[in-house]
């Protein structure tokens, strides 16, 4: 089991770029599946970045395809949600996501069994 702590949250104007940080610690011996989720408030949560850390692929959906790069740096045990050109749409609580990777890694929240706490991206002029 690991434990997943998020940073790098703020405001931020349109256009700009933020990079969010989720630390990872616990056992980190098996490969797995992270994610990087968003809840606006009155929305559903929805996924926007994955990654397998068995070979590093990933999958993004249309909404952010572009815009936002999911990365992993296993010497700091830590996973990164760069985004760019951001809109204020993309304001929300950004929550960083793992699981035991098994099969394959699936992109919807119900897959995920640890979660961070999250962090709020707020974008505004």
């Known amino acids: 089991q690991v434990q997943l702590v998020e940073s790098g949250g703020g405001l931020v104007q349109p256009g700009n770029s933020l990079r969010l940080s989720c630390g990872i610690s616990g056992s980190t011996r098996s490969n797995y599946c992270l994610g990087w989720f968003r809840q606006a408030p009155g929305k559903e949560r929805e996924g926007v970045s994955f990654i397998s850390s068995r070979d590093d692929s990933t999958y993004y959906p249309d909404s952010v395809k572009g815009r936002f790069a999911i990365s992993i740096d296993s010497a700091k045990n830590t996973v990164y949600l760069t985004m760019n050109s951001l809109k204020p749409e993309d304001t929300a609580v950004y929550y960083c996501?793992?699981?035991?990777?098994?099969?394959?890694?699936?992109?919807?929240?119900?897959?995920?069994?640890?979660w961070g706490q999250g962090t709020q991206v707020t974008v505004a002029s």
């Open positions: 996501a793992a699981q035991v990777l098994r099969t394959r890694c699936f992109h919807v929240s119900t897959s995920y069994r640890t």
